[in-house]
Each structure stands twice: as structure tokens, then as C-alpha cells.
């Protein structure tokens, strides 16, 4: 990888890093709008999840510090 791949991909998990309140928020909306129904959406709740995941693999494979 060049310096500016290393840059962009830095760049790229500090935002979605930084998104995570945003996405949180949404995931928790959804669960409070879906509770008690027999068929919930967790739209939200998964994206949230997977986000977190991408962001925590990437971020240890790529030696990248988010803080």
C-alpha cells in the first residue's frame, strides 16, 4: 500500500469510528419503535454491528490507532 492509501484508509476508519454515536442512536431508535411487534426490523441494529466489526478488523489489520 502507498502512504496515500495508508492516509485514505486511516481517514476512512477515524470517520466511521466517529459515526458510531450516530449509528447507535439509530440502532437504539429502532429497537425501542420495534419492540413488541412479532416481526422487528434490526436494520439499524445489524449496520451498527457490522460497522463496528469492519471498523475493529481494519483497524487491527492495518495497525491503525482510533482514539
Do not use: C, F, H, W
Not at 17 to 29: C, F, Q, S, V
Request: net charge negative; hydrophobic share 45%.
Amino acid at each position: 500500500m502507498t502512504e496515500v492509501d495508508t492516509y485514505d484508509l486511516q481517514r476512512m476508519l477515524m470517520l466511521l469510528d466517529a459515526a458510531d454515536e450516530a449509528l447507535t442512536a439509530a440502532a437504539d431508535l429502532e429497537k425501542r419503535k420495534e419492540a413488541g411487534k412479532p416481526m422487528r426490523s434490526i436494520t439499524a441494529q445489524q449496520r451498527t454491528e457490522a460497522t463496528r466489526e469492519l471498523v475493529a478488523d481494519m483497524a487491527s489489520k492495518y495497525n491503525v490507532a482510533l482514539n
